[in-house]
């Protein structure tokens, strides 16, 4: 049987839907695609966020003391990755030769690494290996990462678009955007709270602040988000710091208050022999949002 209109107009609109598809599909792969950095120097300068401090002097000032200007940094300012490097990171290689997928830490310590290519993590790699602070120091989670990388679902932020809590179109160097997504607790889950690295060849996972937020602090009916709690009047300090001891201490004295009570008795075997016995009893309450400790 030969096929009739109906027929043919059914292959045609088939053909033309599979076809729109296809170069609609296309065009959302070229416009995200990612513009790649090849050196260090371009990364550093793509996400440099000095110039926000001429608007915004005192939140840049509080976001320096924070540990998101230096993740790759550790306590007491030591490189935080460097024997990882070393022991770790790239068996049978030398160290110099590290490439992106060596680093899964980089997932959350480093997001816009994925902007960068190998070379660029090979570069990181010496600057680690030499103790190059003043390098390393630069690779932070800047205002561009959180304002623009993660500020909006499924990782596709508008090129040259910073986002705020509400629209400010007339804005001083970048057009700022409404993004409800910086209220709310997803937005610090993207990192602390990640799950498994599985596209590194050491899949790890290393926060699960997030999901204990969601599945103990929320469920027993918690109701502060983690910038309510770690941001308050949009301080970008973000405590704790891990640096401040005493700050540190008090901090975790609030967060996890601990009664101890203790009776003391004498133990009586026989008429000649006694031992001095206490019983200590302690309870410690959490009062944090999410499990301690936890990144």
């Not at 209109?5 to 599979?18: E, G, I, M, N, Q």
């Not at 889950?189 to 790890?204: A, F, K, W, Y």
Request: glycine residues 6%; contains cysteine.
């Amino acid at each position: 049987m030969l096929p009739g209109p109906r027929d043919t107009c059914v292959k045609w609109t088939l053909a033309v839907s599979f076809l729109f598809v296809l170069l609609f599909s296309s065009t959302v792969v070229r416009s995200h695609a990612l513009e790649r950095v090849s050196t260090l120097d371009e990364l550093i300068t793509r996400f440099d966020s000095s110039s926000c401090k001429e608007c915004h002097e005192k939140i840049f000032e509080q976001w320096g003391k924070s540990h998101h200007a230096r993740p790759l940094m550790g306590i007491d300012d030591q490189m935080l990755l460097t024997s990882y490097l070393k022991r770790v990171a790239v068996p049978g290689k030398p160290a110099e030769q590290a490439i992106k997928s060596d680093f899964p830490c980089f997932k959350c310590h480093l997001p816009q690494i994925k902007y960068g290519t190998d070379d660029v993590a090979g570069e990181i790699a010496k600057a680690m290996l030499k103790d190059d602070k003043t390098t390393v120091r630069k690779l932070n989670i800047g205002c561009l990462v959180c304002h623009n990388e993660k500020a909006v679902v499924h990782g596709r932020p508008e090129k040259g678009v910073v986002y705020g809590s509400k629209e400010v179109p007339e804005h001083k160097g970048h057009p700022v955007k409404k993004s409800t997504l910086l209220n709310d607790s997803l937005m610090c889950g993207q990192c602390h709270g990640l799950g498994p690295v599985l596209d590194s060849e050491m899949p790890v996972q290393c926060a699960t602040l997030y999901g204990s937020y969601l599945h103990a602090y929320i469920p027993s009916g918690g109701s502060q988000t983690c910038q309510e709690c770690h941001m308050k009047n949009a301080d970008h300090y973000m405590p704790p710091d891990f640096n401040q001891r005493a700050d540190l201490s008090e901090r975790l004295r609030k967060s996890l208050p601990m009664e101890v009570q203790s009776y003391a008795y004498t133990f009586h075997p026989s008429e000649e022999k006694f031992f001095p016995k206490v019983v200590v009893k302690t309870k410690i309450t959490s009062k944090a949002g999410h499990r301690i400790p936890d990144g």
